[in-house]
C-alpha cells in the first residue's frame, strides 16, 4: 500500500551540527512534499515545503532536497540549536483519497545537547 | 492573521460518552481537514470538509463524525467513547479543496478514562 517512511525515528546531535531526515515515498506520480515541526503541546508547524519540479529549496538554516527517481525527500538541518529540538514529520499527497490531503511519516525525534 | 483555533484543549471523559470538538480554520481557509495522533499509529486522517460536504474519510467506526458551517468552523464528534479514543486530535485548514497546504491547530487532548 501507499505510505511513507522516514527514517531515523530518534536523532541525537550536539549543538552547532548537522541534523539529516530522510523520508520514502510510493507515489510516483506525488509532487507535494512538506516538512513539519512539532513541539511540545503544540500541533505541526509547516516548515518548509517542496514542490516536484525543484530539486532543493533553502530557508536559513533548513533545507530540503528532493530525488524523484529514487523516491525520497530530506530535511537538513545546519548549525542545530538546543530550540530545533522537537518531533519532525515528513508527508507526500496519497493516491487514495481516504488518507486526506497528506500521508505522514511517523516522526523524527530530534534532540540538539547544548 | 490567526491561525487554526481549537477548542477545548483538554477534555477529560468517561467511557460511553460522547465528546465534540470544535475547529476555527484560518480566515479565507474553507477546507477543514481532522487528524488523530496517537504515539503508536501516529497522525491518522479522519475526514475532511470543503464548502460544508464531507469530501473524503478516513478509516474510522461510524462513531467519528463531523460537520461544517457555512462560516467554515467545523465540529467533530465522537459517540460511545472508548479507551482507545485517547489521543490528539488535531484541526488543519487548507485554503481550497485542491490545496495540499495544511495549516495545524493545537489540537484537542482526550483523555477517556
Known amino acids: 500500500g501507499e505510505n511513507v517512511e522516514q527514517h531515523p525515528s530518534t536523532l541525537s546531535v550536539q549543538e552547532g551540527d548537522s541534523a539529516v531526515i530522510k523520508c520514502t515515498y510510493s507515489?510516483?506520480?506525488?509532487?507535494?512534499f512538506p516538512w513539519y515541526k512539532q513541539e511540545l503541546g503544540k500541533g505541526p508547524q509547516l516548515i518548509i515545503d517542496i514542490r516536484s519540479n525543484v530539486g532543493e529549496k533553502k530557508d536559513q538554516r533548513i533545507a530540503v532536497t528532493l530525488n524523484k527517481t529514487a523516491k525520497h525527500f530530506s530535511l537538513h538541518i545546519t548549525e542545530t540549536q538546543p530550540e530545533d529540538s522537537a518531533v519532525y514529520f515528513c508527508a507526500a499527497p496519497p493516491f487514495s483519497s481516504n488518507t486526506g490531503k497528506l500521508i505522514f511519516g511517523q516522526g523524527t525525534t530530534l534532540q540538539v545537547k547544548p | 492573521k490567526a491561525g487554526v483555533t481549537q477548542t477545548p484543549r483538554y477534555l477529560i471523559k468517561t467511557r460511553g460518552q460522547q465528546v465534540t470538538l470544535s475547529c476555527s480554520p484560518i480566515?479565507?481557509?474553507?477546507?477543514v481537514s481532522w487528524y488523530q495522533q496517537t504515539p503508536g499509529q501516529g497522525l491518522q486522517f479522519l475526514f475532511e470538509y470543503f464548502s460544508e460536504t464531507q469530501r473524503n474519510k478516513g478509516n474510522f467506526p461510524g462513531r467519528f463524525s463531523g460537520r461544517q458551517f457555512s462560516n467554515s468552523r467545523s465540529e467533530m464528534n465522537v459517540s460511545t467513547l472508548e479507551l482507545g479514543d485517547s489521543a490528539l486530535y488535531l484541526c488543519?485548514?487548507?485554503f481550497g479543496q485542491g490545496d495540499e497546504k495544511l495549516f495545524f491547530g493545537s489540537g484537542t487532548q482526550l483523555s477517556v478514562l
Open positions: 480566515s479565507g481557509h474553507r477546507s
Open positions: 488543519a485548514s487548507s
Open positions: 507515489d510516483s506520480a506525488s509532487n507535494y
